[in-house]
Protein backbone atom coordinates (compact mmCIF):
# COMPACT_ATOMS: atom_id res chain seq x y z
CA UNK A 1 0.00 0.00 0.00
CA UNK A 2 0.88 3.35 -0.91
CA UNK A 3 2.76 5.79 1.35
CA UNK A 4 -0.34 7.39 3.20
CA UNK A 5 -0.60 11.39 3.63
CA UNK A 6 -2.91 12.41 6.43
CA UNK A 7 -2.61 16.23 4.61
CA UNK A 8 -4.44 14.85 1.78
CA UNK A 9 -7.20 12.46 3.13
CA UNK A 10 -7.78 16.03 5.30
CA UNK A 11 -7.93 17.45 1.81
CA UNK A 12 -10.58 14.80 0.34
CA UNK A 13 -12.35 14.47 3.44
CA UNK A 14 -13.19 18.54 3.39
CA UNK A 15 -13.82 18.39 -0.25
CA UNK A 16 -16.00 15.23 0.19
CA UNK A 17 -18.93 17.48 1.78
CA UNK A 18 -20.55 20.12 -1.03
CA UNK A 19 -21.79 22.57 1.27
CA UNK A 20 -17.45 23.56 1.76
CA UNK A 21 -17.39 22.75 -1.81
CA UNK A 22 -19.51 25.68 -2.35
CA UNK A 23 -17.68 27.51 0.13
CA UNK A 24 -14.79 26.62 -1.57
CA UNK A 25 -16.24 28.05 -5.15
CA UNK A 26 -17.30 31.49 -3.33
CA UNK A 27 -14.06 31.88 -1.59
CA UNK A 28 -12.49 31.29 -5.17
CA UNK A 29 -14.08 34.48 -6.28
CA UNK A 30 -12.22 36.31 -3.54
CA UNK A 31 -11.86 36.63 0.34
CA UNK A 32 -15.12 36.89 2.30
CA UNK A 33 -16.17 36.81 5.77
CA UNK A 34 -18.72 34.62 7.32
CA UNK A 35 -21.49 36.07 7.00
CA UNK A 36 -20.95 36.29 3.09
CA UNK A 37 -20.49 32.93 3.52
CA UNK A 38 -23.18 31.84 5.21
CA UNK A 39 -26.23 34.02 3.04
CA UNK A 40 -26.51 31.38 0.48
CA UNK A 41 -26.49 28.49 2.71
CA UNK A 42 -29.62 27.11 4.61
CA UNK A 43 -27.73 26.89 8.11
CA UNK A 44 -27.37 28.40 11.40
CA UNK A 45 -24.12 30.43 11.87
CA UNK A 46 -22.29 27.95 14.16
CA UNK A 47 -23.00 25.64 11.50
CA UNK A 48 -20.94 27.21 9.13
CA UNK A 49 -18.30 27.75 11.58
CA UNK A 50 -17.56 23.92 11.88
CA UNK A 51 -17.40 23.95 8.28
CA UNK A 52 -15.09 26.36 8.19
CA UNK A 53 -12.92 25.16 10.77
CA UNK A 54 -12.66 21.72 8.79
CA UNK A 55 -11.42 23.76 5.87
CA UNK A 56 -9.09 25.58 7.86
CA UNK A 57 -7.45 21.84 9.17
CA UNK A 58 -7.23 20.77 5.75
CA UNK A 59 -5.29 23.73 5.05
CA UNK A 60 -7.59 24.84 1.86
CA UNK A 61 -8.40 28.35 3.92
CA UNK A 62 -7.42 30.17 6.60
CA UNK A 63 -9.28 33.00 8.31
CA UNK A 64 -8.48 36.22 10.29
CA UNK A 65 -10.17 37.88 12.47
CA UNK A 66 -9.98 41.62 12.96
CA UNK A 67 -12.64 42.97 15.39
CA UNK A 68 -15.68 41.04 15.02
CA UNK A 69 -15.51 40.23 11.40
CA UNK A 70 -13.78 36.95 10.38
CA UNK A 71 -12.49 37.24 6.88
CA UNK A 72 -11.51 33.98 5.16
CA UNK A 73 -9.44 33.48 2.15
CA UNK A 74 -8.70 30.48 0.02
CA UNK A 75 -5.09 28.77 -0.11
CA UNK A 76 -4.66 27.91 -4.13
CA UNK A 77 -1.72 26.07 -3.38
CA UNK A 78 -2.78 24.30 -0.96
CA UNK A 79 -4.68 22.30 -3.93
CA UNK A 80 -1.27 21.42 -5.68
CA UNK A 81 -1.32 18.22 -4.05
CA UNK A 82 -4.63 16.87 -4.56
CA UNK A 83 -4.14 18.04 -8.54
CA UNK A 84 -0.90 16.15 -8.37
CA UNK A 85 -2.46 13.09 -7.08
CA UNK A 86 -5.10 13.01 -9.52
CA UNK A 87 -2.63 13.28 -12.27
CA UNK A 88 -1.11 10.45 -10.93
CA UNK A 89 -3.83 8.28 -10.93
CA UNK A 90 -5.37 9.57 -14.48
CA UNK A 91 -2.17 8.95 -15.89
CA UNK A 92 -2.08 5.33 -14.33
CA UNK A 93 -5.58 4.98 -15.56
CA UNK A 94 -4.90 6.07 -19.05
CA UNK A 95 -1.81 3.56 -19.23
CA UNK A 96 -3.93 1.09 -18.80
CA UNK A 97 -6.74 1.57 -20.91
CA UNK A 98 -3.84 2.25 -23.81
CA UNK A 99 -3.14 -1.07 -22.98
CA UNK A 100 -6.55 -2.78 -22.78
CA UNK A 101 -6.73 -1.07 -26.17
CA UNK A 102 -3.67 -2.16 -28.10
CA UNK A 103 -4.67 -5.77 -26.87
CA UNK A 104 -8.11 -5.43 -28.01
CA UNK A 105 -7.10 -4.04 -31.45
CA UNK A 106 -4.24 -7.20 -31.63
CA UNK A 107 -6.70 -9.74 -30.96
CA UNK A 108 -9.45 -8.41 -33.79
CA UNK A 109 -6.51 -9.00 -36.06
Do not use: Y
Not at 9 to 23: G, K, Q
Not at 34 to 50: G, I, T
Not at 86 to 102: I, N, S, T, V
Amino acid sequence: MPKRSDSLDRMFSALADPTRRAMIERLARGPANVSDLAKPLNMSLPAVMQHLQTLERSGLVTSRKVGRVRTCRIQPKRFDAAQAWLARQRAHWEARFDRLDAFLEKSED
